[in-house]
């Protein structure tokens, strides 16, 4: 089962290459000449601002938390994590609400100041300045939470010496903490920005053209299935260099202390004016990424005639939680699946099993998307024409437009994070646990039911709550692939705010948000017990 679910992920990346390659030249030529550039430039340039955004937010806060002692450090220590609830594209729609010509702050500003539309200049959010803010209000939690775990292992010993040998508490900062907690940073910065080229809700809304709007462009609006395979190619092979980086940097994220003795780090008391300066720094993510949304979300939502308990957002909320109960529990047992073989029978299958596994979490859901579109969209037309021509009899479409490819593509995309989930928890289950099993006459099959999984029930429960709200969030692979007239509320969301109807947009997210802060608050029950 293990090697089946490792080719399954494998799948939509091959399907893309090879429908990438037998597109022609002619597409390659065409897309080079008009819009590759442009995607390339525009997708570059977000990276650029997401990745330089991330890392000053996520290390500062990082630092400050850790290292000084300011009023309330402990609260901010875990506040921080919040943002993580959010999607960023229901963040744009919030600042958009607020940001734009007819939102609140402009028209303030006109009343306030007597000034007409054309007498005065204001950033335009819809931009890629304005996506790269949203998204990185949204993903420096990811730098965050691995910089202060780095910080909080490091020894004393060395900062100490630093400060000995004359240097400032900053000066050691920059030449001690930061380089030994270099290796954790960057894999922090680099899954930000593999979320950032995979994002699709707020560079779409804000009209930012990049490989991921592209991709649905070509498929839907302009019909080049070849295009699109192509734009594909280049998100996936960028992707894949990412996920290579961040596997070699991940694998270096370790420090270990050469004189073997440790010291608990002096934190530095700030006051006065240092310590207004602490607070503004660690409290605007918070009020930016977090309280200001929620704000302005509940205050849309009030003013819009959408009904959360109408017959037709019920529909939304019962696909919405069939498609993500459904594929959190198939991701779970794949990962079972997996984690169990690599156990039980280690070696090149085994790990090779779970390396493919682990690929999809670096796969855009556009990518995806296309991946497995392609070759089961083949397959249907195929067997519908041989069924023709043998028994004149249509079979339609068996496979592409279903709710089970739309999960198989879910599974792809959210299998590593279970997979993390269950190898978090597979460390308590010791080998002589395996070993008293099989003398006692329990096969493998035996050895997971009767020892591993009453184990590893808390890491299960927590790898299917984490793939639940990762599937209620996900926008573009459901936007390409779902049913037809089969909604969620991500989608319903993007479609209020594409038609510019953001109070009705702001009921979807709120519950899509509800949904996304209860593995957040997890995440801030380990850090409040220092345990991340």
């Known amino acids: 089962m293990a090697v089946t679910v490792a080719l ?48 000053l937010v996520g290390v500062g806060a990082a630092w400050l938390v850790t290292m000084t002692r300011f009023p309330g450090v402990r609260f901010f220590e875990i506040a921080l994590v919040l943002p993580l609830a ?70 004393g010993t060395t900062f100490l010496a630093a400060r000995a040998l004359g240097s400032s508490a900053w000066s050691a900062f920059f030449r001690v903490s930061l380089p030994l907690a270099r290796p ?3 894999g922090g910065v680099l899954l930000a920005v593999m979320e950032t080229i995979a994002d699709f809700g707020t560079v779409a809304y804000f009209g930012v053209q990049t490989f991921a709007t592209g991709i649905y462009s070509s498929w839907f ?92 957002y019920l529909g939304f909320i019962r696909n919405s939680l069939t498609l993500a109960g459904l594929a959190a529990v198939i991701t779970v047992v794949a990962a079972v699946a997996v984690g169990f073989f690599q156990r039980m029978q280690p070696g090149r299958l085994s790990s090779a099993s779970a390396y493919a596994a682990r690929l999809g979490y670096a796969v855009p859901g556009g990518v995806i998307a296309v991946g497995l579109m392609v070759p089961f969209a083949a397959f249907d037309n195929a067997l519908d024409a041989w069924m023709r021509a043998t028994f ?45 099993s099989r003398s006692l006459g329990q096969g493998p099959f035996g050895t997971l039911r009767r020892v591993h999984l009453p184990i590893l029930t808390p890491s299960l429960l927590t790898a299917l709550l984490i793939v639940f709200v990762d599937v209620m969030k996900e926008l573009p692979a459901t936007l390409i692939m779902r049913p037809f007239n089969y909604d969620t509320l991500a989608v319903q969301a993007y479609r209020l705010a594409s038609d510019e109807r953001l109070d009705g947009a702001a009921v979807p997210s709120v519950v899509i948000v509800a949904m996304g802060l209860l593995p957040v608050i997890l995440i801030c029950r380990q850090v409040g017990r220092g345990r991340l």
């Open 8 to 55: 399954i992920c494998l799948l939509p990346m091959l399907a893309v290459a090879i429908a990438a390659f037998s597109g022609g030249t002619g597409t390659v030529a065409h897309l080079l000449s008009t819009v590759l550039p442009r995607y390339a430039g525009n997708t570059l340039l977000l990276v650029l601002l997401v990745s330089t955004g991330t890392f």
């Open 86 to 155: 959010f999607p960023a594209y229901v963040l744009a729609y919030a600042y958009t609400y607020i940001l734009d010509h007819p939102g609140i702050v402009q028209s303030s500003l006109r009343s306030l100041m007597g000034w007409g539309p054309r007498d005065y200049w204001f950033p335009e959010v819809r931009s890629i300045g304005g996506a790269a803010m949203m998204l990185i209000l949204v993903l420096y939690p990811y730098v965050y939470l691995l910089a202060r775990a780095s910080f909080l292992q490091q020894s």
């Open 184 to 186: 954790a940073i960057a």
């Open 221 to 312: 609006t302009f019909v080049d299935r070849a295009g699109a395979a192509q734009l594909a190619l280049c998100l996936l092979s960028f992707a894949l260099l990412l996920a290579m980086l961040e596997r070699i940097q991940r694998g270096r994220a370790k420090y270990y202390d050469p004189s073997r003795r440790s010291q608990d780090k002096t934190q530095i008391d700030l006051s006065g004016w240092q310590a207004v300066l602490a607070v503004f720094l660690c409290g605007a993510p918070v009020l930016l990424g977090c309280v200001l949304p929620i704000v302005v979300l509940f205050s849309m939502g009030l003013g819009s005639e959408q009904d959360l308990l109408s017959a037709r």
């Open 392 to 436: 004149d009899y249509s079979t339609g479409l068996l496979v592409t437009g279903s709710i089970w490819l739309l999960i198989g593509a879910y599974l792809v995309r959210f299998l590593a994070a279970a997979l993390g989930a269950y190898e978090g928890g597979q460390s308590l289950v010791h080998a002589n646990m395996d070993a008293a």
